[in-house]
């Protein structure tokens, strides 16, 4: 499904959530979408899901509003950091519930996501651990099937080989069926091979939105002489740039091969290091 952001907004009183934000995303694909605290991840996952309306600007999902839309929603399955499900309801009236609203659900999945995870059919939301919720809750997300299926911090509480287990799994089910899937996480090692295209808000912006592999490729750090760099990154684009005794090093975008060829050190800069730069303030 396409989703295409118009210059959408999102004021709460005096506070600037989401600032006239646009962009397309172009079908299924496996998106992250990054950015510190307070940056208007949540917020802009509320809107799209339907749960909240814009101050101003616009979502259409294949060319539809989805605030209040019973045929979009049912394409969509946002699954949060919690509270998630009403307490006293146990796992399996859970997922018979879901497994109602939507059409494309997966039963077999979500029993075999229930014995992965070590879940207890008949065992009430209310006496979960915090884990065992988030456990819950990527059952659900992943057996929706929904097209649209959005993850915001899904694993809190979820130990290291279980969210690996989620990782593989969401692998799997993306590559027999691709659906599109935006998952936020401030785990951006554990999962960034994962995306295929980034975003990165700050303070309500959109700072960045890029292909993954161009970022792989293309995302540099490059060390030298300060003359040297400076000369290198003369006419790219820069991120950030430090210096330190007459050395300097520039977060740029440009080919690695080019940089060797100007005598100077590359590395890739992995997705979460470029966040922090994205989004360190001036002078930080
Ligand atoms: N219901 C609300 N009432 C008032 N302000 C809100 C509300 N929800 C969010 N905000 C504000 O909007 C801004 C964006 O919040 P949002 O939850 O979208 O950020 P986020 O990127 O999801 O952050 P985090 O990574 O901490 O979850 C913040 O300044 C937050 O305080």
Not at 91 to 101: D, E, P, W
Not at 133 to 159: N, Q, R
Not at 264 to 281: A, C, N, R, S
Request: charged share 25%; proline share 3%; glycine share 8%.
């Amino acid at each position: 499904m396409k989703i295409e952001v118009k210059n959408l907004t999102k004021r709460y009183n005096d506070n600037l959530a989401l600032d006239n934000v646009s962009f397309t995303l172009d079908g299924p694909n496996i998106y992250g979408l990054l950015g510190r605290n307070g940056a208007g991840k949540t917020t802009f996952m509320d809107i799209l899901s339907g749960q909240i309306l814009a101050s101003g600007g616009s979502i259409l999902i294949d060319g539809e509003n989805p605030f209040d839309n019973r045929r979009l929603t049912e394409s969509i399955c946002l699954i949060k950091e919690g509270q998630n499900f009403k307490k006293d309801l146990s796992i399996k009236n859970v997922l018979k519930i879901f497994s109602y609203f939507y059409p494309k659900w997966d039963q077999e999945l979500a029993d075999e996501l229930i014995k992965e995870y070590k879940l207890n059919p008949k065992s009430k939301v209310k006496t979960l651990s915090k884990g065992m919720e988030s456990a819950l809750g990527i059952t659900v997300g992943l057996a929706s099937k929904a097209p649209i299926t959005i993850f915001d911090e899904p694993y809190i509480g979820l130990d290291a080989p279980s969210r690996k287990k989620f990782y593989e799994i969401l692998l799997e089910e993306y590559q027999s069926e691709k659906r599109t899937i935006i998952f936020s996480t401030h785990l951006i090692d554990e999962v960034s091979l994962l995306f295929e295209e980034v975003l990165i808000l700050q303070e309500g912006k959109v700072v960045l939105h890029e292909q993954s592999d161009i970022l792989r490729d293309h995302a540099m750090a490059v060390s030298g002489s300060l003359e040297k760099v400076q000369a290198f990154i003369a006419d790219k684009e820069v991120i950030k740039t430090k210096q330190l005794a007459g050395m300097m090093t520039a977060y740029v975008y440009g080919k690695p091969e080019e940089a060797k060829m100007h005598g100077l050190d590359v590395e890739g800069v992995p997705i979460q290091e470029l966040m922090i730069y994205l989004t360190e303030k001036e002078g930080a």
